[in-house]
């Protein structure tokens, strides 16, 4: 299958080895990665943020990008979430029916990652080798608005060589928001820093999540407590094989 | 913030509030305590309902429908609740209910009253009102009881003392009971309080409550409890005087069937509440219960929320509490930071609409959108939704000068162009530099972003992006 990527802008400055990862990742499974060159961002910092007049033509460029595609893969859940609740609306806001129209079209086949090896490939075990002790977060958009259930568990646990450890209190927000971590950055901190406690007591070695943007609020508080635990994204150690790069 | 009245007119900005509540951590050990307890106990009873969703949806459903159709069913409930010897009144804001009441009061010749447990009545600051008119307002509900005895304020819709634990709530009994020798166990607690509270039964001569809903079809009131007090109220006086909002409003007699499911296991985790009254007007032969009935409705800015297609579904709200229990925002800061007697996601949402917006401005705000209180809403609100809605009416009163709407005017320019969206990026690689220690991560941020940094580092950005490898790799494989 021809699988566009949507890099998102976070990933593609600040994550870029999460995009490789899943062009490793699709390529191995046999599929062909088309890269459109003039995707920048969904536009959810905008709308989240109350700027939705901001965010209106991210989603016309969004379209323009990826109209046709027979699959469209995020390697972030919240901003499919973002597309998935909102861009339906906004397309009708904006009052285009071409664009209501294709929007409608292409939504279903927007997968965030995880959901794409799951639901539409139907796939738990991709071959990877990761030998250790990891545990996982479920980003709230993944979780609640996307509905991922255990989704990414199933394929974490297929992974040879895990060892794979619960973590308390998965489905609490870490608080990270968006500019949420900004704005309130206090009560941000505070649910912070439950969440890295209860990473901390897995005695993991790292902490993964369908999502950079948890991983990044996750791993900054990990970093000044010197923990030496880090955070690293799920397409990453789907990536990995024995005797491989990463 | 023991004894300062919330009103958002007055409250600290939420981030403000917030921080001082965050270091309070014995409040916050007592607000984690017992929204655990609350919550699990949900869980519970919530997991025993197979058909729980459909519930929601049908809930959501019947809500909305009265929403659309609020008029006619207010003009319906004043009607039948007149026929049945109950006085209609109308209030269009918090002042003119104020009035009504206390004139009823006085009406009915008595400078004290018992009050069942209302948010309504909190939402106006009924007892000071009172309290002014020189009426002394006696609250019978434990939980109210506390915090009228300590001088505080409802910190939760359903259980407002949650902020206090038992030691507290003793030496507050203490106190103002004048009992030096009161044990700490419950029991010792309600036995206090229920001594304390019946000499008010017996005594006094006028009642106000709330109200759950209102049954438009039968003109009947409908209050839910757990402790029986609400029900001494109804029942002792001589002159009831019930505050609703306009909002609160149901159909059907049989809307209950639904709406009593939801509720309790959503708000206390209880299969039904031990106490559930429903009157209607006064007994036409004068022998049960109270011998007047005076009901005001309130709007209080009600109406202009109904107006705003987006902001509507608030009204919607059946007051359970489950969406603050959920909420990870109120569960680190607890009620009072909202600077409202609506706290939590509710609050969030409600306040900035019942009051103007400038007052509220940053309740928009206190949220990750992490959407757990969607989730638990026994009408499905979506909070969320209604959060972002209300960012974007917090954006539009901006003024061009606000830095953060420039950064966010720019920031959007630049994400509408691929070329640039690269020049940012490499400019961001460049500005960072100074920035970055040794190790390639930064522990100090300036401006707006400085919040990042009170307690994360940032990692230093990739030397390379992702799609400049991907054009160095030479594009599709
Ligand atoms: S918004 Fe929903 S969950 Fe929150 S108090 Fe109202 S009904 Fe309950």
Redesign the interface.
């Known amino acids: 299958m021809q699988v566009a990527l949507f890099?998102t802008?976070y990933?593609?400055?600040?994550?870029?080895?999460t995009?490789?990862a899943v062009?490793r990742v699709l390529?191995r499974l046999g599929h062909?990665?088309?890269?459109p060159?003039?995707?920048?961002?969904c536009?959810q910092?905008?709308?989240?943020?109350?700027?939705?007049a901001?965010?209106m033509?991210?989603l016309e460029?969004f379209v323009a990008q990826f109209k046709g595609s027979e699959a469209v893969v995020v390697p972030s859940s919240s901003c499919v979430a973002m597309m998935r609740?909102h861009y339906p609306k906004m397309a009708a806001h904006i009052g285009n029916a071409d664009l209501t129209r294709e929007v409608e079209a292409l939504l279903p086949n927007v997968y965030e990652f995880s959901e794409f090896l799951t639901k539409r490939l139907g796939l738990e075990d991709v071959g990877a080798f990761y030998p250790h002790r990891v545990t996982y977060h479920a980003s709230?958009?993944g979780?609640?608005?996307l509905g991922l259930g255990d989704g990414p568990l199933k394929l974490l646990k297929a992974v040879r060589g895990i060892d794979l450890v619960e973590l308390q209190g998965l489905?609490?927000?870490c608080?990270?928001?968006?500019?949420?971590?900004?704005?309130?950055?206090?009560?941000?901190?505070?649910?912070?820093?439950d969440k890295t406690r209860a990473v901390l007591n897995t005695r993991a070695e790292a902490c993964t999540a369908c999502d950079n943007s948890c991983l990044?609020?996750i791993?900054?508080?990990l970093?000044?407590q010197r923990t030496g635990v880090h955070t690293v994204h799920l397409a990453e150690i789907l990536a990995s094989e024995a005797g491989g790069a990463a | 913030m023991s004894g300062v009245a919330l009103d958002p007119k007055t409250a600290p900005t939420f981030p403000m509030a917030a921080k001082v509540l965050v270091g309070d951590t014995q409040m916050r050990k007592n607000v984690r305590h017992a929204t655990d307890i609350i919550q699990a106990k949900r869980a519970r009873v919530v997991g025993e309902m197979p058909d729980w969703q459909e519930l929601r949806e049908t809930g959501r459903r019947v809500r909305e429908h009265t929403m659309k159709f609020l008029d006619v069913y207010l003009e319906e409930f004043e009607r039948k609740c007149t026929a049945a010897g109950g006085v209609v009144h109308w209030a269009k804001d918090a002042d003119e209910a104020r009035q009504i009441v206390i004139g009823l009061v006085k009406a009915s010749g008595s400078h004290e009253v018992i009050k069942i447990k209302s948010m309504t009545t909190e939402e106006i600051q009924l007892n000071k009102a009172l309290e002014g008119a020189g009426i002394t307002p006696y609250e019978t509900d434990l939980a109210e009881l506390i915090i009228q005895l300590g001088g505080d304020q409802p910190s939760h819709i359903v259980v407002p003392a949650l902020h206090k634990n038992r030691q507290q709530i003793r030496e507050i009994f203490k106190r103002e009971m004048n009992l030096p020798n009161l044990g700490d166990t419950p029991q010792d607690l309600a036995d206090a309080a229920r001594l304390f509270l019946r000499k008010k039964f017996l005594t006094v001569k006028t009642g106000v409550s709330g109200a759950n809903f209102l049954i438009a079809e039968t003109g009947g009131v409908c209050v839910v409890e757990s402790e029986g007090n609400g029900r001494m109220c109804l029942t002792l006086p001589e002159t009831l005087i019930t505050i609703a909002g306009i909002d609160k409003v149901v159909p059907r007699l049989a809307d209950l069937e639904v709406l009593l499911q939801l509720l309790p296991r959503s708000a206390t985790g209880e299969r039904m509440n031990p106490y559930n009254s429903i009157w209607n007007g006064v007994d036409p032969r004068g022998v049960d219960g109270p011998k007047a009935f005076h009901i005001v409705l309130m709007d209080n800015a009600r109406t202009k929320v109904l107006e705003d297609s987006e902001g509507r579904q608030t009204l919607n709200c059946i007051r359970c509490g489950a969406c603050q229990n959920a909420c990870p925002v109120y569960r680190q800061t607890g009620g009072h930071a909202y600077g409202s007697v609506y706290a939590g996601p509710i609050g969030a949402i409600l306040t900035p609409q019942l009051q103007e917006m400038h007052y509220a401005q940053t309740l928009p705000y206190a949220s990750s959108l992490c959407g757990a209180c969607y989730e638990v809403c026994p009408v499905k609100i979506n909070i969320p939704e209604v959060l972002v809605h209300l960012r974007n009416r917090v954006v539009e009163q901006k003024g061009f000068f606000d830095p953060e709407a420039a950064a966010m005017k720019t920031v959007g320019m630049i994400f509408r162009s691929e070329r640039r969206f690269r020049a940012a990026q490499r400019f961001g690689r460049m500005a960072e530099t100074p920035l970055v220690d040794k190790d390639g991560w930064i522990g100090w941020l300036p401006g707006l972003l400085g919040g990042w940094t009170q307690v994360r580092d940032l990692r230093e950005m990739p030397k390379e992006t992702f799609r400049d490898w991907w054009e160095k790799r030479g594009g599709a494989s």
């Open positions: 890099i802008c990933n593609d400055t600040l994550f870029p080895e995009g490789k062009v390529e062909t990665v088309v890269f060159a003039g995707q920048t961002c536009g910092m905008h709308y989240n943020t109350g700027y939705q901001e965010a033509p991210l460029r609740d709230c958009h979780l609640r608005n489905e609490e927000c608080g990270f928001g968006g500019t949420f971590a900004v704005k309130n950055a206090e009560v941000s901190s505070a649910m912070l820093a990044m609020h791993q900054g508080s970093h000044r």
